[in-house]
């Protein structure tokens, strides 16, 4: 009995030690902040009675895309921007090779688009409420959203309305498009809580959030570089490039039927496919001089310019 | 006692790190091959049939039809043994524009409909498979510089490991052609039991070597055997099923192209077989009406139902498992095992 107790004694700790084993892995939710330049978030309308006006204004910042990558070459390499560098081009089929992002993620998604019109249209985290929605494309861009008759819409309540009925939604939450979250935790829900807002020095910033992020290094332990670029909503409708209209919610309501539009899946894989002129790019960084921000350690906590116009 | 009780368990779990696993693995069967390398028929690389557009000059022959006949190839493969999978591997060479490659597998499956609502394109299938003479390959090609298999030893892919400049490797799939068809038609994915695989290979490079890789997915159950048909034909797929489907085929597309490559039933012999081009009465007996029935839009249960009644008739029951011969041969499913709607 006695050798039996030694025995069962030393199994246990032996079997405990698997419980320790390190596998090595190093995964983070890596963060960091974007800073849109002010002439990124400006533009000049021309009026139809002919007057020129110049807005600057947070609705002007698409979608932002932050890419983990290998490395970032600069201009006139791979792109006549600077752009990450890509794998081969294997097939006849394909324009670019594909550039094998690590990871990544959004500042801001297509969803909820509860109006065939909203489609590919509207990033959230842009408007503080469905009124400004309506007025921003009714007034500014001068191209309103649509209702299901074709007549514009100059009612947020309608939008919201709609949205509500549309997707089965109980609360401005779920559709997830405007403010409805504390995020400066200022006590107000407000414009600065937005997914961008405008700094002291006339730029904007806004956070992105990378979940579950497997850390890559090369052999001297210099880490991954980080790459950003932002959809700039096109001249006239302002629609998105980077979105998929045959992809997300489909959408069955009535005489309503249409497909939300999501992002397309191998956008980081082959942003140049998708990005045109007029959008913006992380090029050269002024404080450090690398192109993109290139990680030294899982814990660095970037400031990333996107600051490269593609003409 | 109870130390050298817990030292033989020890022992015991020490011996299962010599557990092989083979005997879950069918067993190779002599002059059968798991893995076959095939060239034309004089040797060489196989050479891209130009299947013409019928004429109509000879009523009674179908040009498209008869093209792809004398250019269909019928091998047979069979199991390696292990976990090693086996298949199929031949070369052509780029011709400068599209290629198709297309494989038929014994023999022809579908999913017994039991529902009692549908309309034609379900009530056809009411009558069950039998899916024991039904075998399953994936089709892979791509440009035989990038294949890591060994022609005729050992299965490979199209599978090459990029290192970007962080030192990391990525694998990439170098495979150059997307599968068409699939048991739902899904163009992203391999096609199922008994169906025809094919692909379109667009702008091939002239003169550069192509390979071809057939994975065995299955082996038919009933023999352990699979006999396949083999076409490779210039231009793209899906002008050729539409020029070369027999006249038999139905309205329903996808199932024309079952109807492209006829007769892959073949008994095994003793040996494996590579056959050049189709040959009548080659095959399994009825084996071709079973699949021009299959292809015709037509209800399954007329064939079916006569396969039965005449096999009651002559006092034969259909031996599903491991049929011998022609009397045993049941290509249909047992009908007396058919649920009802709603039931299992």
Sequence with gaps: MFRTSIALGLLLPALATGCAWDEGLEIRNMTGTVVIPREAATRTFQRSDGTVEEVTDVRLIGPVYVGLYPSVQPEDTVQRYPHPEVGPLFSADLSIGDAYPYGGTTIGTFRSACLKDMACRIPSGRFYDFQEMADWFADTLESPIKDIYDQPIT??????????????????????LTVTSDRNEDGVLDHEDLDFVERTDGNFEGEFLIWQQEYATNADGQGFTLWAFMDSPAPGDGAFSTCDSTRGRQVDEYAEDFRAGAVYQDLLNRPSVRLNRGDWVAGQQEATGDYGYIYQSPDDLPEIWINWQID | MRIQTVGLAALAFVAG??????????????????????????????????????????????????????????????????????????????????VCVLADPELVYWNQAVGTQGGASTTRWRFPDNPYDDGDVDLNAGLSVYYTGTEGE??????????????????????????????????????????????????????????????????????????????????????????????IAGVLEHVNEECIIMGEAIPGGAEGFVYYGYEADRSWARSEDFEARFCSGDPMRAFCTDEFDAKSEAGLDCDYY??????????????????????F
């Excluded at chain 1, 949205?163 to 939450?173: G, K, P, V």
């Excluded at chain 2, 057939?214 to 009933?222: A, Q």
């Excluded at chain 2, 011998?324 to 095992?337: F, I, L, P, Q």
């Design chain 1, 155 to 176: 009612s947020g309540e309608l939008i919201r309305q709609t949205c509500f009925s549309t997707l089965n939604y109980t609360s401005d939450a779920e559709i997830g």
């Design chain 2, 17 to 98: 790190c010599s557990f092989s696993g083979d005997f879950l693995f069918p067993g190779a069967i002599d002059g059968v091959p798991a893995v076959l390398h095939i060239e034309a028929e004089g040797g060489g690389p196989i050479i891209p049939v130009v299947v013409p557009v019928d004429d109509d000059t000879t009523p009674d022959v179908n040009e498209a039809v008869e093209a792809v006949r004398g250019a269909t190839v019928y091998v047979e493969l069979g199991p390696s043994g292990d976990a090693a999978v086996s298949g199929l591997t031949f070369n052509f060479e780029g011709t400068g524009g599209s």
């Design chain 2, 154 to 247: 050992r299965m490979g892919n199209f599978a090459v490991q990029y290192q970007d400049s962080l030192g990391n490797t990525v694998p990439i799939n170098l495979v150059a052609c997307t599968i068409a068809a699939d048991v739902t038609f899904n163009p992203t994915a391999h096609a199922g039991r008994g169906a025809p695989e094919y692909c379109t290979i667009s702008n091939t490079q002239p003169g550069v070597s192509y390979t071809v890789a057939l994975d065995v997915f299955s082996l038919p159950p009933d023999d352990n055997r699979l006999s396949l048909g083999l076409l490779l034909a210039d231009g793209g797929c899906n002008p050729l099923i539409e020029r070369a489907a027999p006249a």
């Design chain 2, 322 to 343: 491991t049929p011998e011969n022609d009397d045993e041969k049941c290509y249909c499913g047992d009908a007396r095992s058919t649920p009802t709607g709603g039931a």
